[in-house]
């Protein structure tokens, strides 16, 4: 049971309440004085009419105004906003001892550290936290707050230390710990750091073959001639091409992209090459083209494969010497930038199939990067996973949320077609939907992609063992097709050779390649 006394200010009027309490056997649990005149009792349930006699007898106590029962004691409404507003906070938050080991830690900060509050409890400082040592600053009982860039678990976050001074029994100033605010904010260059972030940072990896094509695009960055990027949709080609001119010495000069699939064959040269005064009404003035305003930077074409025959020959010339007509105009311009295509899958193939012109695509590739598919990527699916929850996290100023086992099971196996991009959207709308802290497998919305063995079944009943081998090759062809789009990609996981490989797709009319 819980009172509440109202009274004014007298000198043992604790003392009598205590004493009627020792009279009466009851335990008394807790005893909070406010400075305004209350006086507020915890103890154990008793009988009404021993309630009653109780009552009667605190009232009659000198200087005693009003007696009541309350519901909670103040600081226990304290204790429960102090843990509401710590569960709720998207922002991690820790305090600490004078010694470096947790006190307090809320959610958020343990949802990081994948381990419960209550096993925190205790644990130093040092041993969950990486960046700034938080124990050296701790030892010299610092009077003044600091800021600096602290790890948790995988996430780095800027961090405000605030110390904790209170006063002992003497009334002097003790040093008792501090406490962690954590906001999320990219981590900057600091002064004096040996060199600056890699622009190549952001690609994150730990496969051999990924970490070995980040080491060749840092070499090709300091390059001045073409690079060519190739890949499936959604592996990152963009990323590498943008952290390329970041690396290089344009860096400080413009970087424009256009996509060649997206525009119509007049509106990409228009876009590309501008044009002259009094040519279209919306620009009677004429219009610089992208490689005009990009002049001393770089130019990234994406999607190059899928530009017309008239729009290639036209950036052919251009490559020979870098010179160009605006369209309606005769005089010749000069710029000078570095070129960076993009493209889906390998540009040889177009060449093969007569689309694109062989003597630009050996302009073009002067040096090449090709970016494997998020499936060939092994441990890279869960790496980017955790990334891109705490990133929408931060993003969507919600506490950190845990993929549980079998949700990450569920990540690893699937094929993922889109790639990284069909990853990061996946988990951004789960995350945006998601109203508990742990992910599962039911809040991910993914398209099915049947599995191999289902997809290769075939009906052994019907004709010779010829006209099953047929339907088997090609039912495995047309599976493995969408996921290795190029003959070469799908020679390679086949282990054969790049013409069998695009005979066959011939015979069976799969993708590009169709019967003549």
């Not at 998020?374 to 890279?380: F, I, N, S």
Request: hydrophobic letters at 40%; glycine letters at 6%.
């Amino acid at each position: 049971m819980r009172l509440e006394i109202t009274c004014s200010d007298r000198l043992g009027l604790c003392q009598d309440i205590l004493t009627i309490l020792r009279e009466n056997e009851i335990d008394l649990k807790g005893i909070e004085v406010d400075p305004v005149g209350k006086i507020f009792l915890s103890f154990p349930t008793i009988e009404f009419a021993e309630f009653q006699m109780l009552m009667s007898k605190i009232r009659r106590i000198p200087n005693v105004q009003d007696v009541k029962t309350i519901p909670y004691m103040p600081t226990e409404r304290e204790h429960y906003e102090f843990n509401l507003l710590l569960s709720t906070l998207p922002n991690p938050v820790i305090s600490l001892d004078s010694r470096g080991r947790v006190d307090i830690i809320n959610s958020a900060a343990a949802t990081l550290l994948d381990a419960d509050k209550e096993e925190l409890r205790g644990e130093q400082v040092n041993d969950l936290l990486g960046g700034f040592n938080l124990q050296r600053w701790l030892e010299k009982e610092p009077s003044e707050a600091t800021t600096d860039y602290i790890r948790i678990g995988s996430a780095n976050y800027r961090a405000s230390v605030l110390p904790i001074w209170v006063n002992d029994a003497e009334g002097e100033p003790a040093f008792a710990g501090a406490v962690l605010h954590c906001q999320s904010e990219p981590m900057p260059t600091r002064p004096g750091q040996a060199g600056s972030v890699s622009p190549f940072s952001h690609v994150l990896t730990q496969h051999a073959s990924i970490k070995r094509l980040v080491k060749d695009a840092e070499r090709m960055a300091q390059l001045d001639v073409p690079l060519l990027i190739e890949g499936e949709t959604g592996v990152g080609k963009e990323l590498i091409a943008r952290a390329c001119h970041q690396a290089g010495n344009r860096s400080q000069q413009p970087f424009l992209a256009v996509n060649c699939g997206a525009l119509p064959d007049n509106v990409a040269e228009s876009e590309l090459f501008g044009y002259g005064p009094g040519i279209f009404t919306h620009h009677p003035q004429g219009k610089k083209g992208i490689f005009e305003q990009a002049n001393g930077g770089t130019v990234l074409l994406d999607s190059v494969g899928d530009m017309s025959p008239e729009l290639q020959a036209k950036l052919l010339r251009f490559l020979e010497d870098g010179t160009f007509r605006r369209i309606g105009e005769e005089q010749m311009v000069a710029v000078d930038v570095r070129l960076v295509c993009l493209a889906r899958g390998e540009l040889f193939e177009r060449v093969e199939s007569g689309s694109f012109r062989e003597d630009l695509y050996y302009r073009l590739n002067v040096l090449s990067l090709q970016l494997p598919p998020l499936r060939e990527r092994k441990g890279d699916v869960l790496m980017l996973a955790e990334h891109f929850v705490q990133k929408f996290c931060q993003q969507l100023q919600r506490a950190p949320i845990r993929l549980s086992p079998a949700c990450k099971d569920y990540l690893n196996q699937y094929s993922w077609p889109g790639n990284v991009r069909q990853l990061e959207n996946t988990l951004f709308r789960s995350i945006s939907m998601l109203e508990r802290d742990v992910l599962e497998p039911s809040d991910i919305n993914l398209p099915d992609v049947p599995a191999i063995a289902e997809s290769l079944a075939i009906d052994l009943d019907e004709g010779s063992l010829e006209d099953a081998v047929k339907r088997f090759e090609s039912t495995l062809l047309r599976r493995l097709y969408p996921s290795y789009p190029s003959t070469r990609q799908l020679a390679r996981k086949l282990g054969l050779s790049h013409t069998a490989i695009a005979n066959k797709l011939r015979d069976y009319g799969i993708g590009k390649q169709r019967k003549r």
